[in-house]
């Protein structure tokens, strides 16, 4: 869905109706805080908003019911996108950068979001396998891995003497 940029007032508009979420005219005109503007203003803002894909319109005898499409989220996000396109050459760093300088973000503010993120979990070796330490166990019993070099050694001399032996039967 592509979103359409606002104007100030289409905003103000959408913000009252991102909280009514589904609503017809007349919620619009009580809901609205003072000074209300005209129904014929309403109406033609309701009408644009329609055409610009925020709202959806479904004809309910003479009245029309108004449902945003448009959820508050995607409309943020855009906007993020588009500033720090516009503004920031897409750069998160300079984003921060400029946050941290207008002091809308202080350092205490990151270290608790990232607080709140960050969750450390033990690594858990599975129970079937249990973790080998070949190495470990050569440093530090070099005898015992000499010996057992030794056997293996030996096993296969045997081996390769019982083959050669086969071999000279047949």
């Not at 019911?65 to 760093?93: A, C, M, Q, R």
């Not at 503010?109 to 070796?125: M, N, Q, R």
């Amino acid at each position: 869905m592509k979103i359409n940029h606002l104007t100030a007032a289409e905003e103000n508009f959408m913000k009252l109706f991102w909280k009514m979420e589904s609503f017809y005219l007349k919620d619009i005109m009580e809901q609205h805080p003072e000074p209300k503007p005209h129904q014929n203003t309403v109406s033609t803002y309701l009408k644009i908003l329609v055409e610009k894909g925020y709202l959806s319109t479904v004809k309910e005898g003479r009245i029309f019911k108004y449902t945003v499409i448009v959820p508050f989220e995607d409309y943020k996000k855009f906007l993020l996108k588009e500033l720090s396109h516009h503004f920031f050459n897409d750069s998160g760093k300079e984003i921060l950068e400029f946050l941290f300088s207008e002091k809308l973000l202080s350092q205490d503010d990151l270290k608790g979001y990232f607080d709140l993120k960050i969750e450390i979990k033990p690594a858990k070796p599975a129970k079937s396998e249990e973790p080998k330490f070949e190495y470990a166990e050569e440093i530090l019993n070099p005898k015992k891995e000499k010996e057992k070099k030794g056997k293996t050694k030996e096993k296969e001399k045997e081996k390769e003497k019982d083959k050669k032996k086969k071999k000279k039967k047949e």
